[in-house]
Each structure stands twice: as C-alpha cells, then as structure tokens.
C-alpha cells in the first residue's frame, strides 16, 4: 500500500509534464518545481524575475492550501534561476516577502529550465501539522 497522496490545487490547470504537483508522504509535503504560469490560462506571467518570483510563490501557496499547510510550514525549497548572476538579488527579495524567520533551508542554482522564457523555478518540502 503506497503512503503517497497526489495534491493538485483547485482551479488550477493539469500540468502538462509528467509530475504531480503535490506529494503527501511521510508527514511531509512534496511540491514539484513550481513555475510562473497563470492557473487557468498556463502562460507564462511576466517577463523579469520578480514578477515570475511572485507568481511561483503563488503558485506554491495554492498546493499547500490543499493540505492546510501555508508557506510557514515549509522547511526546506531550491530554487532554479536561468540568469543567476544577474537575476539573484530580485528573487530574493521577492522570496523574502513570502517568508518569516526562521527563513526555509534553501538552496538556489543557475540554470537552463526547459520552457524559453521562464526565469525561476522553485521547489519546496512542507512539514504536515501533527
């Protein structure tokens, strides 16, 4: 019997890759890589990091409302940048305004994603209230 539940936010668009975008397992909550598509339409919002940061974040928050979970709950995120080096200090200051102390473990990486024209991606792993 498998202790894996799939979470996928209300209103929110299937995705087209093969992944859930949300697992519940173990007492934690998994959600895949979360990028700056719009819910219903899925194109992608913005064209600079800080609007595509804030997106993301959205995003995420709308796969932890389906387990009651908030962005507090979330202990641990990595987040993938295509222009790391120019694009660093926007996203985090946009991240920072969607977190409280203590700040989620957090690893963050250059990268080439694979749709054109998106600029961050964001994974996170929320502890489930007990």
């Not at 993301?56 to 932890?64: D, F, H, S, T």
């Not at 222009?83 to 985090?92: E, K, L, S």
């Amino acid at each position: 019997m498998s202790d894996k539940v799939q979470v996928h936010p209300r209103g929110y668009a299937e995705p087209k890759a093969a992944l859930s975008q949300g697992i519940l397992s173990g007492g934690f909550l998994f959600v895949s890589g979360a990028v700056a598509f719009h819910p219903e339409t899925g194109e992608i919002v913005g064209d600079d990091v800080a609007t595509q940061t804030r997106q993301v974040m959205e995003n995420i928050r709308a796969v932890l409302k389906e387990v009651d979970l908030d962005l507090d709950d979330v202990v641990q995120s990595r987040a993938y940048l295509t222009r790391i080096q120019d694009d660093f200090p926007a996203f985090d200051s946009v991240y920072r305004e969607f977190f409280s102390e203590p700040l989620p473990a957090r690893s963050t990486i250059g990268v080439e994603l694979a749709i054109p024209g998106l600029l961050v991606e964001v994974d996170v792993m929320a502890k489930v209230k007990s």
